[in-house]
Every structure is written in C-alpha cells, then in structure tokens.
C-alpha cells in the first residue's frame, strides 16, 4: 500500500522555525520526485517546493526562496522541508506528492501519490 504521511506541522510564532517530513512507503522512493504544496482557508492548492528524483534539482516558490529548503534522505524514504522565517502568510495545511516522472515537476496533475497533510499555524 502506498503511503506518505507528513508530519511536523504545529503552531509557531512569526520569526520561528518548523521542519516537516514525509515519510514515504510502498512505492520505490528514490526514483519519484517529490513535492510540498500547501493549501490556506479558502485558496487554492499552490506549490511551494519540490526536489527531484535523479539529480537532486530543486525548485522553490518565489514566496518562500531563502526561507525554505527542501532534502531528502533516500536511505529512510523521508523527504524534509525545513521552514525559517515563518510568517502569518505561510498558514496553511501543508501536503507532499510523490511524481514518477523525472527533473523537477511542477504541476499538480502529474503528481501520483498524496499525503493526508498537515497544518502548519503562524500566529503574528
């Protein structure tokens, strides 16, 4: 059974910092590219971040550059997204896919694999 379970997310004053995981399984780890995307009360689903399978390319929205940084650790099937310099604007469930295909992939509709999210709350 496929399964990816971020976890991480909480509530965290402005200024602070959270690390979410996503630990994955079922599935063969190292060859999906994957992603964090994050959905706020009433909008839409956005991409924030996503790593690549093969070289290790990544890509960030322009919303969270120099804040945010995406790894992973293909040897425990987890990928991590480290947030710093959180603020209010950055609230909002949190998800990460899985995408078999291959370099950095951006849109939502080729990714295959979700997770079930988690909240991240940035109070002011």
């Known amino acids: 059974e496929v399964q990816l379970v971020e976890s991480g997310g909480g509530l965290v004053q402005a200024g602070g910092s959270l690390r979410l995981s996503c630990a994955a399984s079922g599935f063969t780890f190292d060859g999906y590219a994957i992603g964090w995307f994050r959905q706020a009360p009433g909008k839409e689903r956005e991409g924030v971040s996503v790593i690549s399978s093969t070289d290790g390319n990544t890509y960030y929205a322009d919303s969270v550059k120099g804040r945010f940084t995406i790894s992973r650790d293909n040897a425990k099937n987890t990928v991590y997204l480290q947030m710093n310099s959180l603020k209010p604007e950055d609230t909002a469930v949190y998800y990460c896919?899985?995408?078999?295909?291959?370099?950095?992939?951006?849109?939502?509709?080729?990714?295959?694999?979700w997770g079930q999210g988690t909240q991240v709350t940035v109070s002011s």
């Open positions: 896919a899985a995408s078999w295909r291959v370099g950095v992939v951006h849109f939502q509709y080729e990714y295959d694999y």
